[in-house]
């Protein structure tokens, strides 16, 4: 396959490559990249959680690193386990909502800089109990927040649990203290257990680290561009 040149004319960062093009890298650490490809059959294989609940959650968390060659991927085999588009969007629909999660608490950061906190802790837990006053600034954001985060999670074509344990890899790669909590303990309520959520925090980390993985196509590709 031929590199892309700085004056190609219509060229995408964002291609599919060829095998052998995507293995050039191996041959230069061999054994990290087989360590990384057994990680990520360990992590995705089943076990307390099905394949398709594993690519699913793998398919939420692609779209929250945005990494196109994961959300294909993972897109194909949660097909491939029978998930049909609805629960595939709704998953999409979760990872948008953890991220709007995310923005929403950080806001009680934004209150207490406003009011000149000088806390030293910047994610006490106490944050959580601010968003009363959120609610005041802007009773309709507020609301209109809360209604698409209640839509998001509650039961669908895809289970209530199955959802949260979808939130719960998508609030640790969005990487948000208060997502982790909130969905975590939201997670434990319905009856998550500890090994469904040592395996859903794999997937995630699988997923984070499949996204560098996955690029590097383009770093080689930058590379060797002349």
Known sequence: MSNA????????????????????????APEGFKSFGEFN??????????????????????????CPYCIEAHVGKSKAEQASFEEIFESVTVAAAVKAHSAFYYAT???????????????????????????????????????????????????????LLIAVGSALVEGSAYSIEAFTRRAKEI????????ETTLVATVLKAGSAMAHRVNALQAFERE
């Open 191 to 198: 009856g998550v257990t500890i090994e469904e959520l040592a």
């Open 41 to 66: 059959k360990q992590a995705l294989a089943a076990g307390a959680l099905s394949v398709k609940t594993k690519e699913l959650i793998a398919v939420a968390v692609a779209h929250i690193t945005g």
């Open 109 to 163: 950061n934004a209150l207490k800089a406003f009011e000149g906190s000088q806390d030293p802790d910047l994610f006490p837990l106490a944050n959580l109990e601010l968003t009363e006053k959120l609610e005041d600034a802007n009773e309709d954001a507020y609301n209109s927040f809360h209604e698409f985060l209640h839509v998001s999670l509650r039961a669908g074509r895809l289970s209530e649990k199955e959802k």
């Open 5 to 28: 040149t700085t004056n190609d004319v219509g060229a995408s960062l964002y291609t599919r490559h060829s095998p052998s093009f995507s293995a050039k890298l191996f041959a230069f």
